[in-house]
């Protein structure tokens, strides 16, 4: 397995202030996902089961909830598990402990030991 980033996400203040940002700078298109207050950021195109149809990573938009919070990129891991268990023993931290996305995996919110946050992300059994 290829332990690359596949998602990102980016906080925001003002979600159609930055939905305009975005869309108008690269293209991106932006759609609100169910009832959440998530939005889906599409910079490649996918088929219909979601499968990226050219090399590239989609992400997220959501509200900001505290004043610190930075964009997170999310890297795929076999098991969110083992690998938080491996961030913690090489001297990192876990800050969001495994939490389940229905439908989809487990994520995690980590700092490496300099502080720096991403996520980790294991994908459910299809």
Do not use: C
């Not at 961030?87 to 876990?94: N, Q, R, T």
Request: charged share 25%.
């Amino acid at each position: 397995m290829d332990h690359t980033i596949i998602h990102f996400d980016i906080p925001a203040n003002d979600i159609e202030k930055m939905k305009k940002f975005y869309t108008e700078l690269f293209g991106w298109k932006i759609e609100k996902l169910g009832n959440m207050e998530y939005y889906g950021v599409t910079t490649v195109p996918m088929d219909e089961k979601g499968n990226l149809l050219r090399p590239g990573v989609n992400g997220g938009l959501y509200k900001k909830e505290q004043p610190q919070q930075q964009s997170v990129n999310y890297i795929y891991v076999e098991s969110a598990d083992e690998y938080s268990k491996k961030i913690v023993a090489l001297g990192g931290k876990i800050v969001v402990s495994k939490t389940e996305v229905p439908g989809m995996g487990w994520f995690a919110l980590a700092q490496d030991p300099e502080g720096n946050t991403f996520g980790i992300f294991e994908t459910m059994p299809m």
